[in-house]
C-alpha cells in the first residue's frame, strides 16, 4: 500500500492566481509558508521558513481565490506531486507542488504573514512568538513507556 498525503497549515505569501485550463475547469496556485521554531543544543533559538507551492482545483479554486489574501493563515490537505516541462529556453524544469484536495480558511483576525516583509499587513496585528518544544536529552528506555 501506498500513501501521498500533504497537510500543510501556513500563510499565504502572495494573492492566489486564479486561471481557467483549455477545458474551462478553473485553477487556482499560491504559495504557503510555514515557520519551524527550534531551540539549538545550546539553547539559542532557529527558526526556518519553508515555501510549499499549492495548487487548488473546481469549484474549491473559485472560492480561494475570492476569499484568500496575501497573508491569510490556511490548512490545506492534499497530495504531493511533481510537474515537469519544456521552457522556452529549452531547458527541462520542475516543480513539486502540493495539489489540494481540501483548503480550511484560517481565523480572520490573526493572519500575520509568516517568512517575509509585513508590507500589505498594516492592519494585521502582531504575530505572536510560538512555543517551543523542549526536547529531552536523555535516552528514553521503550520498557518504561507504560502502553
Do not use: C
Not at 483549455?22 to 521558513?49: I, M, Y
Not at 474549491?60 to 490545506?76: D, M, N, P, R
Not at 493572519?111 to 517551543?132: C, F, I, L, Q, R
Amino acid at each position: 500500500m501506498y500513501l501521498n498525503k500533504a497537510l500543510i497549515y501556513g500563510n499565504l505569501t502572495r494573492d492566489p492566481e486564479l486561471r481557467s485550463l483549455p477545458s474551462g475547469a478553473k485553477v487556482t496556485s499560491f504559495s504557503l509558508a510555514t515557520n519551524r521554531v527550534w531551540k539549538d543544543k545550546n539553547g539559542a533559538k532557529q527558526e526556518s521558513t519553508d515555501y510549499h507551492n499549492i495548487v487548488v482545483f473546481g469549484r474549491q479554486a473559485e472560492t480561494s481565490a475570492q476569499y484568500l489574501k496575501k497573508g491569510a493563515t490556511v490548512f490545506i490537505e492534499g497530495r504531493m506531486q511533481t510537474r515537469s516541462w519544456d521552457a522556452q529556453d529549452g531547458t527541462k524544469k520542475s516543480r513539486m507542488e502540493v495539489v489540494a484536495d481540501r483548503v480550511q480558511f484560517g481565523p480572520r483576525g490573526g493572519n500575520a504573514p509568516v517568512g517575509g516583509s509585513d508590507k500589505g499587513a498594516k492592519d494585521a496585528p502582531p504575530a505572536e512568538e510560538m512555543d517551543t518544544i523542549e526536547y529531552p536529552d536523555e535516552e528514553v528506555n521503550p520498557d518504561e513507556i507504560p502502553f
